[in-house]
């Protein structure tokens, strides 16, 4: 947990960078702050580890006066990612993972398949611990990026808009994955971006700043429907809760990606087995490139039952005229129809109309309580 009581950074004798503020980070929590340039996010956010030091005022680490942890404690506790995290390009992926372990002198055996277990978790190949830079293209370079802010283990990171200047797809891609990791991972992490919907995107609570002042600290649901100004209306502008989710979330999100598919080769006798054994209703139909075909439902099988034989191909059988969405269509999309028609579920495909997933209502009804918390 962070605290801060009636912390304020001036520099000089009037200039005021932050203003006397509390404030309470719980833990594994993601924190984004945001405000226009020079209102103050920076200042904040490094008087966390005292890299600035405060004016006033105290600043508690997990129950611990900041002042009495020496700078060795703050940065083993303490990540902290600069903008760009650029990698060092004369040094191997590896070299480069492992630089906060080395310099916090970890013995080796603490240090042994840090960079391994890293590497794979952003789904890329180990022989890439081992290459430069340069090899890698500029989004691996980014993902490697994001790792090596992991690497020391530290429970808090600190970013300042880390990922300012990339081109908005890479982008995205990065903060779901600096979103996962941080869930999966249990780190706090706090965020400094200028940028509003990356701040909706990825943050449980989001401080807002105005002239060195924190104008609103509060869950992302509470600044869209109550903005505590007119200076954070502004910076909300048209993002009300429902609209948000036409500009933000795609199916891809929501979606469930385990699915319970058949193939058009098996036969009746296959799909009522695997209903049973799986405790479905309906089964999704592909073929051998795991394209979407179709979908066997047990109600038509039993009514049909005596008119079917037991090696009946599937392909006979099934409803060929399946509703399914785009991975990359919008929520707001899918609301619609999982509402008005009988589907618990929408199949979701690729551009290739590969089966990826489904979404079902239930996860919708989760994530609009969600909103409504
Ligand atoms: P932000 O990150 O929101 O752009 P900063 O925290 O960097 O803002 O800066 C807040 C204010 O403090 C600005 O007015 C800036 O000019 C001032 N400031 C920041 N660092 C220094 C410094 N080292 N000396 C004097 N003034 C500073
Ligand atoms: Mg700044």
Redesign the pocket.
């Known amino acids: 947990m962070i605290e801060f009581e009636q912390v304020a950074k001036k ?1 000089g004798k009037t ?1 005021i ?1 932050v203003q006397p503020c509390d404030l309470t980070i719980e833990d594994d929590q993601f924190i984004c702050i945001i ?1 226009t ?8 956010l490094r008087m966390i580890n005292r890299m600035t030091e405060p004016s006033e005022g105290m600043i508690k680490i997990n129950g611990q006066d900041a002042k009495n942890l020496n700078e060795d404690d703050l940065r083993r506790k303490i990540g902290y990612v600069i903008q760009n995290i650029g990698l060092f390009p004369h040094m191997t992926i590896r070299e480069n993972i492992m630089i906060v372990p080395k310099l916090l002198k970890w013995s080796n055996d603490k240090q042994a398949g840090i960079a391994e277990r890293l590497i794979q978790r952003v789904d890329l190949p180990l022989d890439f611990l081992e290459r430069k830079p340069k090899n890698l293209s500029g989004g691996q370079q980014q993902r490697i990026g994001v790792i090596r802010a992991l690497a020391a283990d530290q429970d808090i990171i600190l970013m300042d808009e880390p990922f300012g200047a990339l081109d908005p797809i890479t982008r995205e891609a990065l903060q779901e994955m600096i979103k996962g990791l941080q869930q999966e991972m249990k780190k706090t992490i706090v965020f ?1 971006t200028h940028d509003m919907d990356e701040a909706i995107k990825l943050a449980d609570k989001i401080i807002i ?1 105005d002239h ?1 002042e924190i104008v609103q600290y509060a869950d992302v649901t509470t600044i869209l429907e109550h903005p505590a100004n007119d200076f954070v209306e502004e910076l909300i502008g048209k993002r009300k809760r429902n609209s948000y989710y036409n500009i933000e979330m795609t199916v891809e999100a929501l979606m469930v990606p385990q699915v319970e598919a058949i193939s058009l080769s098996k036969s009746v006798t296959d799909a009522i087995r695997q209903m049973s054994d799986k405790k479905v209703d309906t089964l999704l139909v592909v073929d051998d490139q795991k394209c979407l075909k179709g979908f066997v439902d047990i109600n038509f099988i039993e009514r049909n039952i005596s008119k079917l034989k037991p090696m009946t191909s599937i392909i006979e059988i099934m409803e060929r005229d399946t509703a399914s969405v785009n991975k990359k269509a919008l929520v707001a999309d899918v609301i619609e129809p999982l509402i008005n028609h009988t589907f618990k579920y929408l199949p979701v495909v690729d551009d290739e109309e590969h089966l990826v997933g489904i979404v079902t209502r239930s996860s919708l009804v989760s994530l609009v309580q969600e909103q409504l918390k």
């Not at 340039?37 to 200042?43: A, E, I, P, R």
């Open positions: 520099y200039a960078a405000g340039s020079g209102s103050g996010k920076t200042t904040l400094v700043m060195g």
